[in-house]
T-cell receptor, first 118, second 115 residues
Framework: GAVVSQHPSWVICKSGTSVKIECRSL??????MFWYRQFPKQSLMLMAT?????????EQGVEKDKFLINHASLTLSTLTVTSAHPEDSSFYIC??????????????FGPGTRLTVT | AQSVTQLDSQVPVFEEAPVELRCNYS??????LFWYVQYPNQGLQLLLK??????LVKGINGFEAEFNKSQTSFHLRKPSVHISDTAEYFC?????????????FGTGTRLQVTL
């Protein structure tokens, strides 16, 4: 099956700094990727849809200037948490659909990135 | 907009006993349905999916689910659970629009298998 990777898997940063998280589709191209956030013992909440070659689409309540998304190529999307604060500490997960439609449609998830802001 | 309800936040069960995790959805249009499993500090692994066709779907690790359109349900079942099945299980729905679209997740059910 298709594989999605994330880097780093774990990051600790100081309050006020920025952190970049990468999401890569390793063996397929993804014009669309999704970014989710998961707090401890809670479900995944969609933050934004990353679109290759165009601006990301953010969900209601998600600050686009704080969570910068760049879909640089057909295999890479990045999420940058700017001026991070302790309340941004969370588990961030990306996914990519492959194929984009049809009977074999599926969304593949990355292993997640644990962000801790101190 | 679509929504997913998982009424049971936790389901305790003894090893080798059967289990059913409930999932109901709400949508005004056709949807795809998924069950994912998440182990601690890991990403999501697909258990099974319903896109079309047979309403009884078989997945990995002995799990199966049945799509019931009239009851808007997609309950997950396993006839005999193992300790290793202890994990968080998420039901998710995806609009069937013909193109990639976002998943909406339920709140999750913690399956706790004990001896």
């Amino acid at each position: 099956g298709a594989v999605v990777s994330q880097h780093p898997s774990w990051v600790i940063c100081k309050s006020g700094t920025s952190v970049k998280i990468e999401c890569r589709s390793l063996d397929f191209q993804a014009t669309t990727m999704f970014w989710y956030r998961q707090f401890p013992k809670q479900s995944l909440m969609l933050m934004a849809t990353s679109n290759e070659g165009s601006k990301a689409t953010y969900e209601q309540g998600v600050e686009k200037d704080k969570f910068l998304i760049n879909h640089a190529s057909l295999t890479l999307s990045t999420l940058t948490v700017t001026s991070a604060h302790p309340e941004d500490s969370s588990f961030y997960i990306c996914s990519a659909p492959h194929p984009p439609s049809g009977p074999n449609y599926e969304q593949y998830f990355g292993p997640g990135t644990r962000l801790t802001v101190t | 907009a679509q929504s997913v309800t998982q009424l049971d936040s936790q389901v305790p069960v003894f090893e080798e006993a059967p289990v059913e995790l409930r999932c109901n959805y709400s949508s005004s249009v056709s949807v795809y349905l998924f069950w994912y499993v998440q182990y601690p500090n890991q990403g999501l692994q697909l258990l099974l999916k319903y896109l079309s066709g047979s309403t009884l779907v078989k997945g990995i690790n002995g799990f199966e689910a049945e799509f019931n359109k009239s009851q808007t349900s997609f309950h997950l079942r396993k006839p005999s659970v193992h300790i290793s099945d202890t994990a968080e299980y998420f039901c998710a729905v995806n609009l069937n629009t013909g193109t990639a679209s976002k998943l909406t997740f339920g709140t999750g059910t913690r399956l706790q298998v004990t001896l």
